[in-house]
């Protein structure tokens, strides 16, 4: 334990002796920390004060070194750990009393700008300025640990009477984004069952010594519901913010072409706004095969390297979502709202490296932009590592690598998890941590607890979201397995660094798989002359793995298990017609496809081993023109969880091939007709039937 306090301590010196001391600016204040919240101008500067970020969490204490054997361990909240996931033990459970717990300690100027949990159990008390001696002094909150990490600005915005159109703007999936600034210090402590939940992440920004700052007071909070609607609006609603006219472009690239477009002599100034839309014969393929380059002042190093559509944190394919500094169309048409400086010059340039031809349309919003020695260059990098074999012995797949001054401001990851396990629980992809390490630190001032606690979610959950901040935009399915693409920009959670920056996230999956995909890109600011460990792409990097034949596996959450192909199932319509049709995304790679119409039925033989209690789980194919339809077995409704009879297999955009979770119910055994009867007409697509 003394080791932990002393890199904690260490994180918050590194902080401090890292900063210009004292600010003459304006004190920081809620206010001015809302104004922050939808300012991606902000980013491109070197931030004044320049804080610095660190991370409280659970992860698991006994990782202390890169080339300790315990660097992967992952008992980081699920109770019972070697040692607990907190700064320092308070009190020792017993005597009936639950122990006490020491999450977060802080000297100084600083402010919360996240929380996250999983669930955390037990009572949080967050002191704002704690003075010695005076337990009530600064007391902002003494109650539910999750309601603080993942729920405060409901309940604070409740009580202060201010009500906001944009329920989502603050609360993001399992994450909370209101900022309580505070001037002297920080204390948070937790009492509750330590072998119980307790997942949580606190992130904090440290200002300089002598930075004012107007703490957090709940009771004032009326005063700043001007800005509370401005930072929900902003968020839920984005905008480049600029009037000027886009300049627009279009081209025409043959296979193996090269298109650019460029202004010389036009800065400083800076794109505010970048449209781009491709057409081609195989669209997705088009989007992974077209590299996309941007490069400010001439460098011969391209600050943006990416494929193209990867670049809008989506990939592959087309997949709509929005968020703060990226929206993805329907229509395929791709926005970019991170701010790109330049002092002189821009270039951008697309090659297209397919076998098709590639239409190209798109445009750029310029605004204006002081070029100074606080100024940034925008840079995003992209890579891949194709055919991974994955297991629980993790690895650190590094993000970026960068060296000089700059800020770290997010990432985006392109799984494809060919697991053949149809449940989250013995597919996951993404049990390890992330690992964030500033100005040359050995231990990381962020570190994680899982993937998905990284990207704001929890409990590897499959459905699809987006927020100004985060989002899960593609799951194709059956639940994690498939392709998955997960999304975070760092906006409140900027990471500066004055030296160096090294991102890596494990990649640690529930059981071992071959042939995984794993593609990422990195979004950061850096100073000019700043250097990074990005290799330049090659044509077989600019590829989509497609996924493989999987063979469905009794296990994790589909341990023992029955499999029965939908094909084998003697499938027969009352009307409609009836096929098996190639699917690349279903596990077999091929599904039984019925064309339904109202009132008709397809009937199936399924297979019941054993008399007793059972689970019918049918993997369906949900798609833009699927059908609404009732399950059946015997000709009895089999009910979802959520007490539905009606399945809707529609989606608005992507096919998916997901679980139908119907509820436990008892059976004889022998060979019983399964019934799918058609409410509103459109496509029924089975893979397989999972019985349990």
Known sequence: MKRVLLICACWIGLAVSAMAAGSDGPAISMGTMLSEMGDLARLAQWPEPAYRTVQFSSYDRRSTSSEAPSWFSNSDGFGREPIPGFLKVLREPGDGRDGLYLVAEVAGPGAIVRGWSAGMGGVLRVVVDPVAGDDAAGLIWQDAAYEFLARRSTHFLNKAGVALDAGDAFVQTDADYFPIPFARGLRVTWEGKIAALHFYQLQVRLYPEGTRVQSFDPKSLKQFENELRAAAAGLTRPASGIAAAPLSFAAQLPPGTNWTWSLEGKGPSSVRELRLRAQAADLDRALRGCLLRISFDGSQR???????????????????????????????TFLCRFVMPFEKSLRIEVANFTWMPVGLDGSVRLGPWTW???SLYFRAKW??????????AAMDLPYLLAIGKGVFVGCAAMIMNPSGVPTAGGNWWGEGDEKFLVDGELMPSTFGTGSEDYFNYSWSRCDLFDHPYCGQPLDSGPDTSGFVSNHRFQVMDAIPFERSFAGMIELWTHRPVSGLSYARIAYHYARPGAIDDHRGLAPSDLRIVPIPFRKPEAAGGASGAAFHTADLLKAAATAGAVKTIPLPLATQLQVVQWEAEPGARLSLQLPIPKT??????????????????????????????DSRETVSLRTPHATRVLNLNFRPIDVAAGVKEMTVECIEPGLVGLDYIWVK
């Open 612 to 641: 007793g209690r059972i689970t019918i789980r049918p993997v369906a194919v949900h798609q833009p023109k699927g059908a609404v339809v009732r399950f059946l077995l015997d000709g009895k409704p089999l009910v979802l969880g």
């Open 383 to 392: 890579r891949a590592n194709h055919d991974l074999a994955a297991a629980p």
């Open 302 to 332: 391209p600050q943006v390297e990416s494929p193209l559509g990867d670049f809008f944190a989506s990939g592959p394919g087309v997949n709509p979502f929005s968020s703060l500094p990226f929206t993805v169309e329907p229509d395929g």
């Open 372 to 374: 100074d020695e606080r």
